[in-house]
């Protein structure tokens, strides 16, 4: 029913407004920095903290769309080609995810090189090269064994514009619909990868997904 990492949000799945209480109950006393789930269980936890630290109070951080992809749409051509990201690639690896979160999501824990060295042996990252110089970079990981979810997907501004991501999360898009479902998160506030996105074929069922944090009032 849920996660919870310490220096992370609590991370939850679907339950009843009884549960999320009974959650909050038990993780009374632990220093909860947010939590992060769908509506309506995501208000309820948060009420639920909050009634029982009365001193504290929850501010607002992304509100994230779920996209599903029906159809793929292929984007219009440009330099370069996919390549898994190997072991000897985790310094790019790590440069891209620092510039992500600098640009996403500062309330988010700093990427760790250990954290990285998992997920290039799992061959979950992947770059858009140009020639010898990675311009764009991405996740796809897997949830289930015919459930993917692309994220994250980050373009250094120099780049943006020549398609990059947009083929990248083709290529992307291709693996994961061909096991199963294939699913992203996009930031709400930002119109230019919501655009990105639907041109590619993702739709939403208007599910949203909210992420709050914890201070001292």
Not at 95 to 117: G, I, N, T
Not at 185 to 213: C, H, M
Request: aromatic share 8%.
């Amino acid at each position: 029913l849920a996660t919870w990492t310490p220096e992370r949000r609590v991370l939850l799945g679907s339950m009843t407004e009884e549960q999320s209480r009974g959650l909050v109950s038990h993780l009374a006393g632990q220093e909860l920095v947010g939590v992060a789930a769908y509506h309506p269980e995501v208000d309820a936890f948060k009420n639920a903290w909050l009634d029982q630290a009365p001193m504290r109070r929850a501010d607002q951080g992304m509100t994230l769309i779920h996209h599903d992809l029906p159809t793929l749409i292929e984007p219009r051509h440009c330099p370069g080609q996919a390549r898994l990201a190997e072991r000897s690639d985790l310094d790019v690896a790590l440069a891209f995810q620092h510039a992500f979160r600098e640009e996403v999501d500062l309330s988010a824990p700093p990427p760790r090189r250990a954290m990285l060295d998992i997920a290039l042996a799992r061959r979950e990252l992947w770059l858009w090269q140009v020639g010898d110089e990675p311009v764009c970079y991405a996740g796809l990981r897997w949830p289930s064994a015919n459930s993917s979810r692309i994220g994250p997907v980050y373009t250094p501004p120099e780049q943006r514009g020549k398609g990059y991501a947009s083929a990248l999360v083709f290529h992307l898009a291709k693996l994961g619909a061909a096991r199963g479902r294939c699913t992203l998160f996009t930031d709400a506030a930002n119109p230019t990868s919501n655009k990105i996105y639907r041109a590619l074929g993702f739709t939403t069922p208007g599910v949203t997904f909210q992420e709050w944090d914890f201070a001292a009032d």
